[in-house]
Every structure is written in C-alpha cells, then in structure tokens.
C-alpha cells in the first residue's frame, strides 16, 4: 500500500524527500505514547508530593541556612522532573545539551559575580 | 516481519510510516511552491513588499538604510560635542538647532552636553553598528551564503525589523521629553540616572524595545545557521562571515536579556519607587531620599557590562567576518588559518562572558576578584590576536587588487591593532588606576569601533552593493572617501590617547579647560575637533557615490570581483526577488578555493563541479565559471 | 521555473540535529529566559545577602497556603499541555482541545489567586507596595514578570484552542509541533515558579 504511494511521487519531488527524516522525537506509535501519559502523570503525583514537603518543611521555621538547603534541593528535584519528562530534555538531542550547558554556565557566572564583588571588598 | 519492511523514497529505503511522512513533507513544499508560484503571478501588493515585507533582502536593506540614517544622526551629535570641547563658552549659531532651552543663543549648557553625550553612545551603538553590522549584513548575506531560500521564520525576522525601528523612534522622541533625552551616558549608571529628568524612562523603554529585537533577531540567525544549511554546507565549510554571525547571535542571545532585566528594575526604580540601586541614606541636592534603601548602584554595573562587554565582540565580529571576505577575495588566496580563525571566534564568544568586571575595577572590587577579572581579560586577547594575525598572515604572497573595499579591509586591520592593543593597560587593574574614565578609553573603544567597524562596514558596502544593485560604485569616489576618512579619523581619535595619558577625564563639559594638569594637551581639542568636521567633510564623497551609483554605476555581471561563495557564485546580482535560488546549490568544498594549483579559473565557486570530482552532474557550472572568468 | 521558496525543516526534523526549526528557535528563546530570570535571581542574591535584616516569606504576611494553591496549580496545567500534545498525537482531538482548554483555565486560575494576593498586599495597613522594602520591590518584580508570562502563554492557549484550531485540519503535523513548542514555553514558565514559590516565600 505504502509502497504504491512512494514510487507515485518520489520522481518529481526526489530532491526533497531526499532531505526529509521523520522528526525522531515522535515516537507516534499509540502504544508509546500512552506509555508516555503514564510517566507524565507519575512525575504530576512526584511533583505534588515534593510541594507539599516543601511547604511542610517551611511550617518548621528551620535556620535560614538548613531551609535554604531544603527548598531549593526540592526545587532542583522539581525542576529535573519538569524538564527531564514534561520538556523530555532526558530524550532530547546534543545540541539542545550543548546551548543549555553554555546557558548554565553564565547563568552561574552571572548569579557569582555581583555577589563575590560584595563579599571581596576594599576596606572589609 | 511487517516492520521491517521498506520503502525507498527519493535515495533512501524508509520504514512505511517515515516513508509516509517524508511523502507528505514532499506533498506539503509542493503544494507550498504552487502557492508561491500564483504569488509570482499574483504580486504582493505595496505594502507587502516594500514595507512589512518578509523577504531577508528586503529587511536588510530596511535595517540598513535606517542604521546609516542613525550613523549619519550620531555622528551630528558628537559634531556638536566637538565644537563645544574645542571652542568651550564659544556661540555657535548652528548650535541653535539644540533649541534655546539647550542652547540659549548658541551657548551649550552642560545638561545639553551630557544629553548629546548620552545619545550619541546610545544610538552609535544600540542604533547605527549593530543593526547595520548584524540586522543589515547578517540578514542580507547569511541566507545567501549559506544556501537557504530565506531566514527560518521571515515573520519574525519582519518583527525584529519593527521592534528595533520602534525602539529608534523611541529614543528619537526622548529628545521632546520634558528636561530633555537621557544625559547620564550610554551606561546609564544609578544612582544619577534613576533621578534624572523623564527622558531617561523613555530610554529605558526603548532599550527594552531594542533588546526584543535582537533577541528576535538572534534565535533566528542561529536556527536559520543551524537549519537551514543546503546540502554539503558542513560547518567547517560555512564563509568566516558567517561563523561571525553565528557566535555575534549567541552574544546577543545570552547577554542582552540581562540588561533587559536590569532595565525593568530601573524602570521600577524610577516609576513604582523601589530602591533597588539606591543605597540608603542617598543625598541628593541637600535632602535625604525618602526611599526605602538597601539597594545597590553596582548592581546595575554588573548587569550593565554583563551585556555590554559581549556587545563589544558584537560591535566586532562581523567586522572581521567582513574583512575576512573581502581580503579572502582581493588577494586571491585561501585565509590563511580559517580553522584556527573559527576556533578563535568561538572562544573568544564564550571568554567575553567572563571578563564583565574589568569594566568595575575602581568601584572598590577586592583583590581576588580583581586578579580574576584582569586574567580572564588577558587571555580573551589571545583569540582576537589570532584573528587579526591571520588576516595580515593572508596577505602574504597574494596578489592584492587594491580597490576600494580592499582598502577599507587593509586599513582595518592596523586600526583595529591599535584599539586592541591600547585595550591591554586597561584591562590591567594597576594601569587602569591611572587610565580608567580619561580620554584614553575614549580613544581605546573609538579606535575599535570607528575605523575598526566603521571601516569594515564601508569595506562591506563598496563590495556587496554590485550584489544588491547590480551596479558598481565609482572607484574614483569611492578612493577619496577612503583617504579622507582614514586621514581625519586618526585626526580625531589618536589625540585623545595623549590627552588621556595625561590625566584629561571623560565627559569634561570644557575638554579640560579648567583644570591645571590638562593644560599642555589642551591645544589637541581644536585639532580634534577640526579633523572631526573635515571627517564629515570626507564623507560627502560617499553619499554622492552611493545614490550616484544606485541609478548610474556600471553595470556588472553576476559576480564581478571573481568570489568564491554562494552570495555570489550561486545568485544572480541582484537576487531573485523571493527564494534566492532557482534550486539550492549543493556545496562540494570549502569557502576559499582561490588559485588552486592546475585550476582552469583562479577561483572554484563553492558549489561547482570540477573534473577531479565525479560526482556526477551540473557539469554546465564549471562552464559558467569559465565564462565568467572570460567575461 | 519553479523557484525553491519553501523554508526547509519547517514541520520535520533536520536528520542531525534532529529537530524542526521552530523547536530549536524555542529552546533558544528559553535559554535567553534562563538569562533574563538569572540576573533577576542574581539581583535577589546580592540584596538579600548585603542587607542587615532580611525577613521570611510569612513574616511579610506572604499567604503560604495560596501560592502552594497556585503551585499545584500551574503543575497541573504543565500535565494538561503534555497530554494534550499526547492526545493530539494518538488523534484524540476532542480530548486533546479539552486538555488545551483546561490549561487555559488553569493560566486564567492561577492569575485570578495572584490578584487576590497583589489586592492583599495594597489594601493592607499600612499597605504593602513595592516602595515598601526591597522585600517586596522584588516580590511584586519577579512575580509580576512571571505574570506576564503566565498571561503570554494564556493568549497562546487561547489562540491554538480557538481560531489557530483550524491548522489541524490543514496541517495536523504542523498544529502538533506547535502545541509542543507552547508547551515548552509553559513547562519552562512553570519551573521559574517551582523557584520563585520556595525563594520568595517559603525562604
């Protein structure tokens, strides 16, 4: 069936469809993407789960220091879910890797300089 | 076994369901093509062409027709800065134009000065180079090189185009603002900027304008490099120019929004009465602020030359990608070092991240930040030497054609020497004690970016205008602005590294005039200031030459000086009115193929098919370089 | 003569990079919002840490249980996205627009707690406005940033479930891409609160 189609078009437009792959993120097969709606519900029960401790732990008024560490831990773990799975960056290509590495590096550099400007002061 | 069986579609063998797809893709450009093809048939009407177009073409020439108006407008400004610093308390009735609430009778007053100070930093920069080097340039010459019918979303491309215009037009009208345009520098420091008069808000809004442009502007660039690449364009293969409007993209991608965060908190600064770049306690003309405090003025330095150190290379890259093309080209001969002059681009992008604070030395920054700071500068002018060293390397054993973008391209690269060198004591912590905030920077930068840039953009104009127009501009002309301007722009910019070494401050409102140590080089202002006007006088010749030649330059073929990329090989001069190619070339070898040993022709287009390359097909291109060659 | 006009890999992907023009273009539209929220956080890390005094989220009156309200709330909306991408895919196009507008209701959910908050805070006594401290100069600045994204992508919802619906018929693939690349946008939106809620409040 697929066949008859292909040898229908393929002369006329040979150079394009040369150039065409199916985009490979779309695994379009119904069985792999109700597997997908599972995992996406797991990470919204993990999600929710992580919120509430959060909060709980908030409602134990730690040191400054020791809260910090908690909530942004949790933040981070968040954070991996939503773009490991909802963003499916875990599945995704180098490249997009490679612009997020150097975003994250000066996103650090940015988030250190004001800051160890302040703590390396003339006259401290 | 269902799956494994395959279809062959075009060359390949697909599973059924890729198969289908790549069927459908195939379908969806085709039904695409009849739609564009009734177009042809069909004109889009005035509008659609000329003014909200989507065609790159048509958008780079909108961003560069602007950015030369706002050059053409920056320039005035410091023209009128020059006669106040050289004549100071001197009436000038052009001054007159300033109004008499700027200029009563022809005198500046200070707040005046600081406003054309302000504005001539922020147009030069945010509104004539980087639009005409990047909007301009990039948009005009990137999808041609690198064999793409267009910029990977033209609609967004027309957007950045509009935004920037807005933003232009926005600081334009800042200038009507009650109490005048922004006057506390292109920098914009606190706390004097968040008590300026309003025009510093308008400012700010049309920086946060600008910023969406190029935001705009550099995902495009980046994807269109990334995606839209014909077949056997490999990265290794790309024109240099196009690698410098790869990594310029990646500057202004990840720099500028920082900036644009900071404007929003100057923005709240000034209009909610927050107080985040106002410490506590602040005095301002003898009463204490009644804000809240705890904020921090350096805060805003940091977010400031976190964008504005990257925007340096901005200003620079596609300078040197211009350059590299045009000497590439007039001394027939491959670049010497391409790969090493890539790597070096790629890193310099990535260092100009990490030097920020060399800007901040003197704001009280400790010792190990400092070191930090000052070694990171220190090693960014490793790539920069690499490059500049390879482009004079390249003119070893070539046969220069000295014309006129040649001579642009030549004088770049000991004007740049100088800029780039003089920068060394400045990003030295100890030197730049004595060096920071005096003339020298002025002369420092000003070396970089005017007949640095600037002359790689004239370089740019001279060589590409056969490729926009069809027409060549006058060689005789276009000579003279040449000697006049590299004359007269050393006139006015090599004083002031005396001036600086001498102590002499920046933003003097009188050059100096009143202070005892600047008095020996204070003859240097009217010199200065002369070469100035004579630079203004230099550029006559061009702006004849330029719409002189639109309509009667001579006419030339395709590609006329010989070169060896798509832009000028692969296209017609001009270009097609849509979609560039009549079929995307596909690349076979490198950008620079010049006097290649036991070659017919003296160049091998970058998609043209030799003998020594069996391939198979378009056997009829080597033809038409060996035609060319004769014509 | 034909001329190639069409802009290639604009529905599939490139084979080595794998991605379709308008993935990419997001993801670096993304990585400049890491930028622009970074020296926002940047900003909070140099005032909060040079200031004598910095208070807690509750001790300004911030209301905890609401934001951790809005927090499940724009979680969920980040589910209501992917399996309405998932939906379109399996050709569930009831479903999936449902899923779209049940996003959109969440968006205009979470906008409708933030005003009763920021309405909180103005008529308190005395009121509580970003000229107050830095505290709340950078509560109502981060947040009130963030609610402009929130409102982006509201409008990018209501477009793709109302008038830009009609691609599906025309352009399935096409319509399907989009909603992934709003998606993106709205998961990313999310995280920066998943970091907001805990620093500005919990902290």
């Known amino acids: 069936m697929s066949e008859h189609i292909a040898s229908e078009h393929v002369s006329a437009e040979e150079a394009i469809a040369d150039s065409v792959v199916p985009n490979p993120m779309h695994h379009n097969d119904p069985e792999h993407i109700r597997k997908e709606i599972r995992v996406y519900l797991t990470v919204f029960g993990s999600l929710a789960v992580l919120t509430i401790a959060t909060v709980a732990v908030s409602y134990l008024h730690l040191d400054v220091r ?59 | 076994m269902a799956e494994k069986r395959q279809v062959r579609v075009g060359r390949e063998w697909l599973a059924p369901r890729d198969a289908e797809k790549a069927l459908r893709e195939a379908i969806r450009v085709q ?115 690198i064999g793409a019918p267009d ?124 107080s985040f770049f106002l410490p506590s306690g602040l005095v301002v003309s003898g009463t204490r602020l009644m804000n809240a405090g705890g904020g921090n003025p350096l805060l805003w330095q940091h977010l400031f030359w976190f964008l504005a150190h990257p925007e340096v290379y901005v200003l620079i890259l596609p300078a040197m990608g211009i350059v590299a093309e045009v000497i590439a080209n007039n001394t027939r001969k491959p670049l010497w070092g391409y790969k090493s002059m890539v790597f070096a681009t790629v890193f310099l992008g990535f260092m100009s991240f990490v030097v920020w604070a060399h800007h901040m030395f003197l704001t009280g920054m400790g010792t190990a930040i400092s070191a930090f700071f000052q070694t990171t500068t220190m090693i960014i002018s490793i790539p920069s030497v690499i490059i500049l ?119 003097l409102y009188d050059g100096g005039a009143q202070y005892a140590h600047a008095q020996p080089v204070l003859k240097t202002n009217v010199f200065m200031s002369v070469s100035a006007w004579l630079l203004l006088i230099g550029q006559v010749p061009f702006i004849i030459n330029f719409f002189k030649s639109i309509k009667w330059g001579e006419l030339v073929d395709s590609n006329p000086w010989q070169a060896t990329t798509l832009d000028w090989a692969a296209t017609t001069s001009p270009p097609l009115a849509h979609g560039n190619f009549e079929h995307l070339p596909v690349v076979r070898r490198g950008p620079y193929e010049y006097s290649v040993p036991g070659s017919e022709t003296d160049f091998i287009p970058q998609h043209a098919v030799t003998g020594e390359e069996p391939q198979g097909g378009g056997g009829m291109l080597v033809q038409s370089a060996v035609a060319q060659k004769e014509a | 003569m034909t001329v190639e006009l069409e802009i290639p890999y604009n529905v599939h992907a490139r084979p080595e990079t794998g991605l379709y023009n308008a993935k990419l273009g997001v993801w670096l539209f993304l990585a400049s919002e890491v930028m622009l929220f970074g020296a926002l956080f940047s900003s909070l890390i140099l005032i909060r840490t040079s200031a004598e005094h910095w208070p807690r989220g509750w001790e300004e009156g911030l209301n905890i249980p609401l934001a951790t309200l809005n927090t499940f709330i724009l979680i969920a909306s980040s589910v209501t996205v992917v399996l309405a991408w998932a939906n379109f ?88 891409n989009r909603i992934e690349v709003v998606g993106l946008y709205w998961h990313f939106v999310d995280l920066v609160w998943i970091f907001l809620f805990p620093t500005l409040y919990l902290l």
């Open chain 1, 66 to 124: 020791w809260a910090i560490l908690v909530a942004l831990s949790i933040a981070c773990v968040k954070g991996f879910l939503v773009a490991g799975y909802f963003m499916h960056m875990l599945s995704e290509k180098k490249l997009i890797y490679a612009v997020l590495a150097l975003t994250v590096f000066f996103f650090a550099m940015l988030l250190w300089g004001p800051w160890g400007h302040h703590y390396d002061t003339f006259g401290r």
């Open chain 2, 31 to 145: 039904k695409e093509q009849e739609r564009h093809h009734q177009l042809e048939h069909h004109p889009l009407g005035f509008w659609r062409t000329y003014v909200f177009s989507t065609d790159h073409k048509w958008i780079g020439l909108q961003y560069g027709f602007t950015a030369l108006c706002f050059l053409l407008f920056g320039f005035s400004l410091m023209l009128l800065m020059r006669l106040q610093l050289g004549w100071p308390g001197h009436a000038f009735s052009i001054m007159k134009v300033l109004g008499e609430t700027r200029a009563p009778g022809g005198n500046l007053l200070p707040e005046a000065y600081n406003q054309l100070g302000a504005m001539h930093g922020t147009i030069m920069v945010f509104l004539a180079i980087v639009p005409l080097a990047v909007g301009a340039f990039g948009n005009y010459l990137v999808p041609l090189q």
């Open chain 2, 151 to 274: 910029m990977a979303f033209p609609k967004l491309n027309m957007a950045s185009y509009w935004c920037y215009l807005s933003g232009g037009l926005v600081m334009l009208a800042s200038f009507a603002a009650p109490g005048g345009t922004a006057q506390s520098g292109w920098t914009s420091y606190p706390p004097l900027s968040v008590i300026a008069s309003q025009g510093q808000t308008w400012w700010l809004f049309g920086m946060i304008l600008l910023i969406t442009s190029s935001l705009l502007g550099s995902v495009n660039f980046i994807v269109t490099i990334i995606q839209l690449r014909t077949k056997g364009m490999t990265f290794m293969r790309l024109p240099f120019f196009v690698w410098a409007q790869f990594v310029t993209s990646f500057l202004l991608l990840l720099a500028f929004p920082p900036l644009e965060a900071a404007g929003v908190l100057q923005l709240m600064d000034r209009l909610a009465g927050t």
């Open chain 2, 389 to 507: 060293s390879s482009l004079f390397l390249s003119l070893w054993g070539g046969s220069i054609r000295f014309n006129t973008p040649m001579l642009f391209a030549l004088a770049f690269l000991p004007m740049f020497g100088i800029g780039g060198l003089t920068g060394l004591p400045l990003g030295l912590a100890a030197a730049d004690i004595h060096l920071h905030d005096t003339y020298y920077v002025i002369g420092h930068f000003h070396y970089v970016v005017a007949p640095g840039t600037i002359f790689a953009m004239f370089a740019g104009i001279y060589y590409w205008f056969p490729k926009i127009t069809g027409r060549k501009m006058s060689e005789r002309l276009g000579k003279l602005h040449f000697w006049m301007s590299l004359i007269f722009i050393n006139g006015v910019f090599f004083p002031m590294f005396i001036q600086g070494l001498a102590g002499v401050s920046r933003r």
């Open chain 3, 89 to 176: 895919r399996l050709g569930n196009v009831k479903r999936g627009r449902l899923l779209l507008l049940a996003t959109l209701a969440c968006g205009f959910g979470f906008m409708i707690i933030k005003t009763i908050e920021y309405y909180a805070k103005f008529t308190a006594v005395p009121p509580h406005l970003p000229s107050t401290s830095n505290f709340f100069a950078l509560y109502f600045t981060m947040t009130g940033l963030h609610g402009l994204h929130v409102l982006g992508g509201m409008i990018l919802f209501a477009y793709l479930s109302g008038p830009g619906f009609k691609m599906w018929e025309k352009e399935p693939e096409r319509y399907v």
